[in-house]
């Protein structure tokens, strides 16, 4: 927004001026959309193929994901749709191959290309919603912390190092576990989708948390905040109004790439048995359930949905690759 | 520096007395200790009689410091799962697992640390560009896809190795190693190429970034300018200067190669603790994940203050760094 300087003169008529620019920045789709066409991110997306896979491939997954119900040939999971008789079929490929079943079937007769996409769909919800867990938790405490400084920024600080030195995974298994204990377990595998989330939210919060941190710690020293403060504007909502779209920036590139990592995390603790139960299988679960059958030469049932996991966490990884060199202003 | 280190050391136990509360927290109040050792037909009055012979029905504190004391010890109780004593379990399954994270470890440094300073002396190489792509598909594909991958090609369609437990051990009446049969050492290449190819393709970005970053600084232009040969710039100058990072961080790795051998392990089935702490979350084996957590906490509150201390020592800037801002 560009907020004009009132002259001495013609203050009325420039002030005025301001205000309509606001109301039309404010009101207009189409202002915000041009913008952004005109910006150095989609420039640089513009110009970079491997962005532009990378993206259209985690758009493509994240899609058929949502629509697994129209998308997918069959309902893996209604026993109505599914004949036993159609068990352990190899992908189309192969010789004894079926062309109903894309890439082949399981030991319940279920088709693996369906299982998938309903499992995708699992392991992204659980992955974004981690996400936006992990960020709630540490970018209100960054910001705190690197705003009012001193005794509660030691606390914080003192905290997310502590929490630093052992492995997100590892209090994952912990959160996991004590859950476990704590929860009778009929609940437990009601409440495990829940469960995964505050596991691996809460294993991912100290990284928005310093980079915020160390973020906000120079952007409360600049002008624009001496200015909001001078003409009285409340802590929280210079915080909030202010500091935070400013700081915004590297917790994209830190959310993306914790996207594809809470996807990993999850699907490492599904397929260890102590994440998303076999009733509604994410793509860990799926590999796990494959698992026992890959000694008996039937490797489909473990390696296809293996493969959609890889496929799905390099892309993102490479979005996350590139919008981190596109954003960092060293590298232009 | 005695003041640093001092620091330093309080600051560990802090961690560890907190790692050690939380670990005691869990053992006391998920589900009741009681009923976990118990069968179903103890009468109430035993139970109290075994509560009271516990002393769980002292003030907390108190039951938190004889625990800690306990711990120190090396004695953290009975397993509910297994009926043995925790520390016993312990014993008998960390050779497993320090055998298995040593050897990761060292292939991790031994491959990484060539890659990182191959790819970024050539950076725009074919085989750099090669290792680098190779490198993003080592950080995407998780730890036990890995392993599944090398089970299916070396365990199932060619047979070439085997793909569950240590082998043959011998058993040195305190240590059991796999070092020394054949099939010991067999079975060791699965899961520590599995174990080791994360860490790798992490080692060699981080190496890659820091000799990229020595290179562009004066004194390496300075030492061309001099006229001294580029291998021995390479080598003693950009490689020694960037390796002060690559040694803190490594170290840090280290502690998390115990952490994903929890993965490596189960997938592996191979006898170690992290099998056995995974068995523990399946089970609600309070004890054993109690324990689990303070040995391993403690591993990592040694390696960090070790990696501190290294830090202090190594770069001398930091000495005056800290001592400006009181860390």
């Excluded at chain 1, 606390?155 to 052992?166: E, G, K, Y």
């Excluded at chain 1, 009285?232 to 109004?241: A, E, F, K, S, Y």
């Excluded at chain 2, 580029?230 to 961080?249: C, G, M, W």
Aim: aromatic letters at 10%.
């Amino acid at each position: 927004m560009t907020l004009g300087v009132p002259g001495p003169t013609d203050m009325n008529s420039k002030s005025n001026q301001t205000y309509e620019v606001a109301a039309k920045e404010r009101t207009g789709l189409a202002d915000v959309l041009r913008r952004f066409f005109d910006s150095d991110l989609w420039f640089s997306f513009r110009h970079s193929p491997v962005a532009i896979i990378s993206m259209a491939v985690s758009i493509l997954i994240v899609f058929s994901a949502i629509f697994a119900h129209w998308i997918a040939p069959t309902n893996p999971f209604d026993l109505a749709q599914i004949d036993l008789l159609d068990s352990e079929i190899p992908p189309v490929w192969l010789p004894d191959g079926d062309s109903r079943f894309l890439l082949g079937t399981d030991d319940q007769g279920r088709d693996i290309f369906s299982t998938i996409l309903y499992g995708s769909r699992v392991s992204l919800l659980v992955g974004f919603a981690s996400v936006v867990f992990a960020m709630a938790i540490g970018i209100p405490l960054g910001l705190i912390s690197g705003y009012y400084g001193g005794y509660v920024d030691a606390v914080i600080m003192r905290i997310a190092d502590v929490q630093l030195s052992f492995p997100a995974i590892l209090i994952a298994f912990l959160i996991d576990g004590v859950a476990r204990g704590v929860l009778p377990r009929a609940v437990h595998d009601e409440m495990a989708l829940y469960v995964l989330v505050f596991a691996i939210g809460i294993s991912g919060w100290v990284q928005y948390a310093r980079t915020v941190r160390g973020s906000t710690m120079v952007e409360k020293n600049k002008e624009y905040v001496q200015a909001a403060r001078v003409i009285g504007i409340r802590r929280g909502t210079i915080l909030v109004r202010h500091i935070l779209p400013n700081v915004l920036g590297p917790v994209l590139v830190i959310a993306t790439i914790h996207l594809a990592l809470a996807i990993i995390t999850e699907a490492t603790l599904s397929f260890l048995g102590v994440g998303v139960p076999v009733t509604s299988p994410s793509l860990g679960t799926l590999i796990r359930v494959g698992y026992d059958f890959l000694f008996s030469g039937v490797w489909w049932i473990t390696i296809m949905p293996g493969v959609a996991l890889i496929i799905l966490v390099l892309a993102i990884n490479m979005v996350g690759d590139w919008l981190r060199d596109a954003l960092n202003p060293k590298l232009r | 520096m005695i003041s640093f280190i001092a620091g330093r050391f309080a600051q560990s136990i802090v961690v560890m007395l907190t790692v050690g509360l939380i670990a005691f927290a869990m053992f006391r109040f998920v589900g009741d200790p009681i009923n976990n050792m118990v069968g179903q037909d103890t009468t109430a009055e035993q139970r109290e009689q075994l509560r009271e012979r516990l002393g769980l029905n002292d003030p907390f504190y108190v039951q938190y410091a004889r625990f800690a004391l306990n711990a120190v010890q090396g004695e953290f109780g009975q397993s509910y799962f297994h009926r043995r004593p925790v520390s016993e379990l312990l014993v008998e399954r960390m050779p497993a697992t320090l055998e298995l994270s040593l050897i990761g470890a060292v292939l991790a440094l031994v491959v990484g640390v060539p890659a990182g300073v191959y790819t970024a002396l050539n950076r725009n190489g074919i085989l750099s560009n090669l290792i680098m792509s190779g490198s993003l598909l080592g950080v995407s594909i998780p730890t036990f896809l890995i392993g599944i991958i090398l089970i299916l090609v070396f365990g199932v369609v060619w047979r070439v190795l085997p793909t569950f437990g240590r082998g043959d051990v011998v058993d040195l009446g305190w240590w059991t190693t796999g070092f020394l049969t054949a099939s010991g050492l067999k079975s060791l290449i699965l899961p520590s190429v599995t174990l080791a190819l994360f860490q790798l393709t992490l080692i060699m970005r981080l190496v890659r970034a820091e000799m990229l970053e020595v290179l562009r600084t004066d004194f390496i232009k300075f030492a061309k300018a001099r006229g001294i040969l580029t291998r021995s710039i390479h080598f003693s100058h950009a490689l020694k200067n960037s390796l002060v990072p690559v040694i803190t961080i490594t170290g840090l790795q280290l502690g998390s190669i115990i952490a994903f051998a929890i993965i490596t392990e189960t997938v592996f089935q191979w006898p170690g603790m992290g099998l056995l702490f995974i068995q523990a979350v399946l089970e609600v084996d309070i004890p054993v994940m109690a324990a689990y957590l303070v040995v391993i906490g403690f591993v990592f509150v040694f390696i960090n203050f070790i990696v501190d201390i290294l830090y202090f020592v190594v770069d001398p800037r930091l000495r005056a760094d800290r001592a400006g801002s009181g860390h």
